[in-house]
C-alpha cells in the first residue's frame, strides 16, 4: 500500500449519532492532517498531527470534534452529537517533515447527517 | 479578505490551448505552494510544488511563482478534456516553514471543451 487510506468511504447518519473516522498515512510519513470539504469550497483545515502528538487544532473546530493518533501512526477523527451542518467530505493527507510538508490526500470519508 | 485567493471560473479552453490559473495570498512569510487537481467527487491530488521564484515545469504544466507580488500560477499547455478539473492553489502556514498547515483556495473550474 502507497497511499493514505481512509474507511469509511461513506457515512450516513441521524442528527444526534457519534461517528468515528480512520486514516492510516502513508507508514513513512510523520505527520498527518485532517481536513473538510463542502461543496465548492477548498479544504478546511481541522487539525494536525506530528508523530503522536497534535499540534494545532483549528480555532472554528467545535468541541465535538476530536482526534487522536494515539500510536503516531493511524488517526481517528470522532464527531460527537452529529448536526446536519457536519455533512462534508472529511479529506485526511500525511506529509514527511523535511520534504516541505507535500501533503498527499487519502479517498475522503463522506459523511451525511440526515 | 481570504488569505488564498482564486477565481471560481469555470474557465473555458478549447482542447489544445494553454489554461492559465491564478491564486493570490495574504501571508507574506509562506515558503510552499502547491497546486492540486479535483475531480468530482475525488480527493485532491497534488500537481505541482514550488518554493522559490521564477517558473518550474513538468510536462505540460508551469507553476510560476512571484513573491514580492504574492501570486502564484499554474499554466496547463496543449490542455486535454481529462484535464477538466477544479484546480486549488495551496499555501503553507508560513511562520513557520515546518508548522505543516496548508491554507487552500476555493478552487478554479477548469473545462476543456474538444
Known amino acids: 500500500d502507497t497511499g493514505v487510506s481512509q474507511d469509511p468511504r461513506h457515512k450516513i447518519t441521524k442528527r444526534g449519532q457519534n461517528v468515528t473516522f480512520r486514516c492510516d498515512p502513508i507508514?513513512?510519513?510523520?505527520?498527518l492532517y485532517w481536513y473538510r470539504q463542502t461543496l465548492g469550497q477548498g479544504p478546511e483545515f481541522l487539525t494536525y498531527?506530528?508523530?503522536?502528538?497534535?499540534?494545532?487544532k483549528s480555532r472554528l473546530l467545535s468541541d465535538r470534534f476530536s482526534a487522536e493518533r494515539p500510536k503516531g501512526s493511524f488517526s481517528t477523527l470522532e464527531i460527537q452529537r452529529t448536526e446536519q451542518g457536519d455533512s462534508a467530505m472529511y479529506l485526511c493527507?500525511?506529509?514527511?517533515?523535511?520534504?516541505?510538508?507535500?501533503?498527499?490526500f487519502g479517498p475522503g470519508t463522506r459523511l451525511t447527517v440526515l | 479578505q481570504k488569505e488564498v485567493e482564486q477565481n471560481s471560473g469555470p474557465l473555458s479552453v478549447p482542447e489544445g490551448a494553454i489554461a492559465s490559473l491564478n491564486c493570490t495570498y495574504s501571508?507574506?512569510?509562506?515558503?510552499?505552494f502547491f497546486w492540486y487537481r479535483q475531480y468530482s467527487g475525488k480527493s485532491p491530488e497534488l500537481i505541482m510544488s514550488?518554493?522559490?521564484?521564477g517558473d518550474k515545469e513538468d510536462g505540460r504544466f508551469t507553476a510560476q511563482l512571484n513573491k514580492a507580488s504574492q501570486y502564484v500560477s499554474l499554466l496547463i499547455r496543449d490542455s486535454q478534456p481529462s484535464d477538466s478539473a477544479t484546480y486549488l492553489c495551496a499555501v503553507d502556514s508560513g511562520y513557520n516553514t515546518n508548522a505543516g498547515k496548508s491554507t487552500f483556495g476555493d478552487g478554479t473550474t477548469l473545462t476543456v471543451k474538444p
Open positions: 507508514s513513512e510519513h510523520n505527520r
Open positions: 514550488i518554493y522559490s521564484n
Open positions: 493527507a500525511s506529509s514527511f517533515q523535511g520534504d516541505a510538508d507535500t501533503q498527499y
Open positions: 501571508d507574506r512569510v509562506s515558503q510552499s
Open positions: 498531527f506530528q508523530n503522536e502528538a497534535q499540534l494545532e
